[in-house]
């Protein structure tokens, strides 16, 4: 059957009450290796239902109950269950490879062996919850609750991982929504405070951030802003390639830039240049987030732009990744740029590019 018949039945099934366990009695119906793939089972009664090796992948499971429910060695890869229920559900070897478990109740529940790998568990309750031997790998945990640090320590790994405070765990992170595709590393110690700002919720903007809030932005833009009236900037195509890039950067009328030097970030050539307001008119055409006076230079993604600002400074490294021009923005305040470099110079060097 098609994925819409089977929810259908699926429904039927949950709300004439044939597949829960209630008052201590057994399912009537068991849907073990159940074929349950891209079903629609949102905000069902699936309470202590056997689920056990069943294929879920691709489902969607939002604000569904699932207490206390066997879902040993189920495949959940993708499934969305933002919001659901989880709590004592039994999980062992199941594969929730890039499910959606935000705001997830996970408390007691039994996750051992799981995979989890790029699982979005951003806000999930994992109060006592089994993590033993659970694959974590570039796993979103930022502001998960009721965790500790020996549950995170029993996990199989951690690598590329964001953590409940938001820094990103030591590990080599490859990205997923952003292209052209990269990796980077992070050292052994968390020390260096590295956050990634919701990457995977913009394939045009990579961002990583520091506790100081100093950034490396990855972009690939397709349009600039015209400089020729700040006051209203109107968008026009960028530049197609390094060379147009570093002549676009220099000719602009508000900026102050440094000559360009040669550079090689994972193996792909291009130029940088530094960048500094020049002026500050008198009625400022625009506001960034500290409130200062700042032009737009670039969208970087929906309702993203890259801009220059007072008080700032930015280091544009523009480089050719297979015939794809890509901007890295490195960016701090004036003050602290010279002090933010050899970190931000540190991560760069680990960086490759997918097929380089």
């Known amino acids: 059957m098609d994925p819409n018949r089977k929810t259908q039945v699926a429904r039927f099934l949950v709300e004439a009450g044939l597949v829960q366990r209630t008052n201590g009695r057994d399912p009537i119906i068991i849907l073990a290796d ?55 559900a039994v999980m062992r070897n199941a594969n929730l490879a890039g499910a959606n478990l935000r705001l997830t109740g996970l408390s007691g529940a039994i996750l051992s062996e799981a995979k989890l790998k790029r699982a979005d568990l951003s806000s999930a309750d994992l109060w006592k919850a089994n993590l033993s031997d659970t694959n ?102 960028a530049p197609r390639n390094t060379d147009g890039w570093v002549s676009w950067f220099q000719r602009h009328p508000n900026l102050d830039t440094s000559a360009p030097t040669s550079v090689t970030v994972g193996g792909a050539h291009g130029v940088r240049v530094d960048a500094q307001p020049s002026s500050t008119p008198d009625n400022s ?38 015939g794809e021009t890509v901007i890295i923005d490195i960016y701090a305040q004036a003050n602290k740029f010279d002090e933010f470099l050899p970190k931000a110079q540190k991560l760069l060097d680990t960086v490759k590019w997918k097929g380089e």
């Open 34 to 88: 159940a074929d349950l793939r891209s079903t629609y089972l949102t905000g069902l009664d699936l309470r202590a239902a056997v689920l056990s090796d069943a294929d879920l992948s691709g489902s969607h499971l939002v604000d569904t109950n699932l207490d206390d429910a066997d879902l040993s060695n189920a495949n959940l890869r993708s499934a969305d269950l933002y919001s659901a229920e989880m709590n004592d």
């Open 285 to 322: 055409p625009q506001q960034c987030y500290d409130g200062l006076p700042c032009f737009l230079l670039y969208p970087s993604g929906e309702d993203e732009v890259i801009t220059s600002s007072v008080k700032s400074k930015d280091r544009f490294v523009i480089v050719d990744v297979k």
């Open 136 to 237: 974590l790998v570039m796993a979103n945990l930022n502001g998960a609750l009721g965790w500790t640090e020996g549950q995170l320590a029993s996990a199989d790994s951690l690598e590329g991982a964001t953590m409940p405070d938001g820094q990103l765990h030591a590990g080599t992170y490859v990205t997923n929504g952003f292209e052209p595709t990269l990796s980077f590393n992070i050292g052994t110690a968390r020390h260096d405070g590295w956050k990634l700002q919701e990457e995977e919720m913009n394939d045009q903007q990579l961002l990583i951030e520091d506790s100081e809030g100093s950034q490396i932005i990855f972009t690939s833009p397709l349009h600039v802003f015209d400089p020729i009236n700040p006051k209203d900037p109107k968008q026009v195509p």
